[in-house]
């Protein structure tokens, strides 16, 4: 199996994101960090370039956000329920 140019430049990218992320990790000791590498594999694995990555990880930021202000607000709300 033969890379193209553009297969092998993403995957070079991608290599040096993960390796990038780790040292943050490792450094900042995040117990999990197995997660933040696995949201950078699935974020940049299917783009060639730079804007659909944004693009991507712009949504999950965003859907993140949404789901910790509504996680918030059910356990607010709904405390005493039982």
Do not use: C
Not at 49 to 65: A, E, N
């Amino acid at each position: 199996m033969q890379l193209s140019s553009s297969e092998y430049i993403r995957l070079i990218r991608i290599i040096v994101t993960i390796i990038i992320t780790y040292l943050i990790t490792l450094y900042a000791q995040i117990p999990e960090r197995i997660w933040s590498l696995i949201t950078v594999w699935f974020v940049m694995i299917d783009y060639e370039y730079i804007g659909g990555v944004i693009h991507k990880s712009s949504l999950r930021l965003v859907g993140t956000v949404f789901s910790a202000i509504y996680g918030i607000l059910v356990v607010y709300l709904f405390d005493n329920v039982i």
